[in-house]
């Protein structure tokens, strides 16, 4: 955490939650979850519901290094959504895109780079068909 966040610079995004319009964002980070925690135990969208059938969208705004190191405790309590430069929606739907069509913004999933902006993020709800044996 300490080398990313010393490494962070603020990016602008435009960012669309299901029918809503478009937002202009400057965030340290961007979050569409769907479960309560990431990145080795963050627990980045505390009130997130598996079978909501929403994406948690948290966005951490242009915090600076000094502060998100200090605030650190509050990431992995989950109790950062009261800070002011924090922001909490649920969508079904995500839309986000550079600001500056020519910037460069890598999606992380799950540790994973599988690309960059723009992307869509959906809920497909019963999309997912799971068999368990019966006990």
């Not at 309560?36 to 009130?47: E, S, T, V």
């Not at 969508?91 to 910037?103: E, I, S």
């Amino acid at each position: 955490m300490l080398q990313t966040a010393l490494r962070m610079e603020p990016t602008r995004v435009v960012v669309q939650l299901d029918d809503d319009p478009a937002r202009h964002l400057t965030v340290a980070n961007l979050c569409v979850a769907n479960a309560r925690y990431f990145g080795g135990g963050m627990k980045i969208a505390p009130l997130a519901k598996l079978t909501d059938g929403k994406f948690d969208v948290v966005s951490i705004g242009d915090l600076g290094a000094p502060r998100i190191l200090a605030n650190a405790p509050r990431l992995y309590l989950g109790a950062h959504l009261g800070m002011t430069e924090v922001g909490h929606a649920l969508a079904m739907k995500l839309v986000a895109r550079p600001v500056d069509k020519d910037q460069r913004i890598e999606i992380d999933v799950d540790g994973e780079i599988p690309g960059a902006l723009p992307a869509t993020f959906q809920i497909l709800p019963k999309a997912l068909r799971v068999r368990c044996p019966r006990k």
